[in-house]
């Protein structure tokens, strides 16, 4: 079983940045994508960005491409989610997903973490 762990989140102005961290435990493989989710009040969850172990793809949610950016730790099973130019319409939970996809797929995820919130103020 694989275990998530979210931190990172709160509450910045429109225009901000903010950095989420996610480390996965347990039992990892050696071939895995990790992603970040997003859930906002009265709407449904909806995919963000999603690296694979190996860095070499990603993916991104049209509305945050050139705003946001995954990225791998230098340890393994721990990616980051750098978000700039934030926007009140980003405000949600965003949880971290681990899959054993090589693919950054959008769905089909495993494993997910608790969550962290992350509001911003207009």
């Known amino acids: 079983q694989v275990q998530l762990v979210e931190s990172g989140g709160g509450l910045v102005q429109a225009g901000g940045s903010l950095r989420l961290s996610c480390a996965a435990s347990?039992?990892?493989?050696?071939?895995?994508?990790m992603g970040w989710f997003r859930q906002a009040p009265g709407k449904e969850r909806e995919f963000v960005a999603a690296?694979?172990?190996?860095?070499?793809?990603?993916n991104y949610e049209p509305s945050v491409t050139g705003r946001f950016t995954i990225s791998n730790g230098n340890a393994k099973n721990t990616i980051y989610l750098q978000m700039d130019s934030l926007k009140p319409e980003d405000t949600a939970v965003y949880r971290c997903?681990?899959?054993?996809?090589?693919?950054?797929?959008?769905?089909?995820?495993?494993?997910w973490g608790q969550g962290v919130q992350v509001t911003v103020s207009s």
């Open positions: 690296i694979s172990g190996s860095g070499i793809t990603q």
């Open positions: 347990g039992r990892t493989f050696s071939i895995y994508s």
């Open positions: 997903a681990y899959s054993r996809l090589s693919s950054a797929p959008t769905t089909g995820y495993i494993a």
